[in-house]
T-cell receptor, first 112, second 112 residues
Framework: DGGITQSPKYLFRKEGQNVTLSCEQN?????MYWYRQDPGQGLRLIYY???????QKGDIAEGYSVSREKKESFPLTVTSAQKNPTAFYLC???????????FGAGTRLSVL | SQQGEEDPQALSIQEGENATMNCSYK?????LQWYRQNSGRGLVHLIL?????REKHSGRLRVTLDTSKKSSSLLITASRAADTASYFC????????????FGKGTRLSVIA
């Protein structure tokens, strides 16, 4: 089946800990994205990548880091510098930045 | 940066009624897209309308675009309880190679 897989579905972070959220796609899309969604709110762009080994900051990149070593994979690390990480994180991909985006099922991150 | 703004923020209707949601945006666009999100899930693409199109239909969905007013509307006809979800508009800017910009969404509740 083609699509985007995010894991884990639920994640808990301890104080001072870095955690990594996984996002894998088999759609052969060039562009991938990470969004943060707070309760009752819209999507805010964290980082995006239009090609392997390149990525750009979105509107709320502070406290997050990404890598794009393979076309299929775009992991997001929530660092200890992100003081309010509790949110729903969504990964998406598209053939090009103006195209339709395909979303994963999301990862819900909470702080212990 | 928020480009699209949906109106109303929340809408509650009876099953069988029509639901209309509006989206306003600020800058020139290449296309405008509507997405749906069920609670706790990823977004699903519904329909895309290009800047040179005025109206588009897909099943029970009708989208209009008025580029002179920088606004779009999504009409869901003969609504069903299963249409209960949040609906987001997203704009692809005409300025080039930038990601979609999502609005904050309209929460639709369809009461059986």
């Amino acid at each position: 089946d083609g699509g985007i897989t995010q894991s884990p579905k639920y994640l808990f972070r301890k104080e001072g800990q870095n955690v990594t959220l996984s996002c894998e796609q088999n759609l052969n899309h060039d562009a991938m994205y990470w969004y943060r969604q707070d309760p009752g709110q819209g999507l805010r762009l964290i980082y995006y990548s239009q090609i392997v080994n390149d990525f750009q900051k979105g509107d709320i990149a502070e406290g997050y880091s990404v890598s794009r070593e393979k076309k299929e994979s775009f992991p997001l690390t929530v660092t200890s510098a992100q003081k309010n990480p509790t949110a729903f994180y969504l990964c998406a991909s598209s053939p090009h930045t103006a195209n339709i985006q395909y979303f994963g099922a999301g990862t819900r991150l909470s702080v212990l | 940066s928020q480009q699209g703004e949906e109106d109303p923020q929340a809408l509650s209707i009876q099953e069988g009624e029509n639901a209309t949601m509006n989206c306003s945006y600020k800058t020139s666009i290449n296309n405008l897209q509507w997405y749906r999100q069920n609670s706790g899930r990823g977004l699903v693409h519904l329909i895309l309308i290009r800047s040179n199109e005025r109206e588009k239909h897909s099943g029970r969905l009708r989208v209009t675009l008025d580029t002179s007013k920088k606004s779009s509307s999504l009409l869901i006809t003969a609504s069903r309880a299963a249409d209960t979800a949040s609906y987001f508009c997203a704009t692809a800017l005409s300025s080039g190679n930038t990601p979609l910009v999502f609005g904050k969404g309209t929460r639709l509740s369809v009461i059986a």
